[in-house]
């Protein structure tokens, strides 16, 4: 049931990514992990088929209440509403990987004025990996106010190449 931990794995980071909170969840999830493990008694109520939902959610809220994220609390309850909380174990083996993966790759945000052509996207990707030593995630934007040249953004860091940024230092300096 790899395909389910995967599922939900995949939903889990995309929302946690969403709100910066990528670190936070996997620390989380993994105390989750380790309580589980530990607890025979915690593991054997989660997994006892009798046991209604809503009182697994109880008892989940009454041990985790300020020590897990809502965005966290509320996974764990979707996992037992939908009956798959023996799975966390697979849902954490996924997220960690999803972790690894993304924290090996940058996303770069490149604007140009028109579209770029399949070679140039590559040799600029290729170049941004060099540069980086991580592989590169490029998001497109067409950007015609720029009026040539490109601007990469890359977190907090900016490659401003744009022939608009250029006449502005030029203007800048004729008008000094």
Same mark, same amino acid.
């Given at each position: 049931?790899?395909?389910?931990?995967?599922?939900?794995?995949?939903?889990? =980071?995309?929302?946690?990514?969403?709100?910066?909170?990528v670190e936070d969840s996997k620390e989380q999830l993994s105390l989750v992990i380790r309580i589980k493990k530990e607890s025979?008694? =915690?593991?054997?109520?989660?997994?006892?088929?009798?046991?209604?939902?809503?009182?697994?959610?109880?008892?989940v809220t009454e041990m985790f209440s300020g020590v897990l994220s809502p965005l966290?609390?509320? #996974? #764990? =309850?979707?996992? %037992?509403?939908?009956?798959?909380?023996?799975?966390?174990?697979?849902?954490?083996?996924?997220?960690?990987?999803?972790?690894?993966?993304?924290?090996?790759?940058?996303?770069?945000?490149? $604007?140009?004025?028109?579209?770029?052509?399949?070679?140039?996207?590559?040799?600029?990707?290729?170049?941004?990996?060099?540069?980086?030593?991580?592989? $590169?995630?490029?998001?497109?934007?067409?950007?015609?106010?720029?009026?040539?040249?490109?601007?990469?953004?890359?977190? =907090?860091?900016? %490659?401003?190449?744009?022939?608009?940024?250029?006449?502005?230092? $030029?203007?800048?300096? $004729?008008?000094?």
């Amino acid at each position: 049931m790899a395909a389910v931990g995967g599922a939900y794995a995949k939903a889990f =980071f995309s929302l946690a990514k969403r709100m910066n909170k990528v670190e936070d969840s996997k620390e989380q999830l993994s105390l989750v992990i380790r309580i589980k493990k530990e607890s025979k008694a =915690f593991r054997d109520f989660l997994h006892h088929p009798e046991i209604k939902k809503n009182e697994k959610k109880r008892v989940v809220t009454e041990m985790f209440s300020g020590v897990l994220s809502p965005l966290m609390m509320n #996974f #764990f =309850f979707l996992l %037992i509403d939908d009956g798959l909380e023996r799975f966390l174990e697979d849902v954490f083996r996924e997220y960690v990987d999803l972790c690894r993966k993304y924290e090996e790759s940058r996303i770069a945000r490149v $604007i140009t004025a028109v579209e770029l052509t399949p070679d140039e996207e590559k040799a600029l990707k290729d170049k941004l990996e060099e540069i980086y030593g991580k592989k $590169i995630i490029m998001k497109k934007e067409v950007n015609p106010e720029i009026i040539g040249g490109l601007v990469v953004r890359l977190g =907090f860091q900016v %490659i401003d190449a744009s022939i608009r940024t250029s006449l502005e230092n $030029i203007k800048a300096v $004729i008008e000094w």
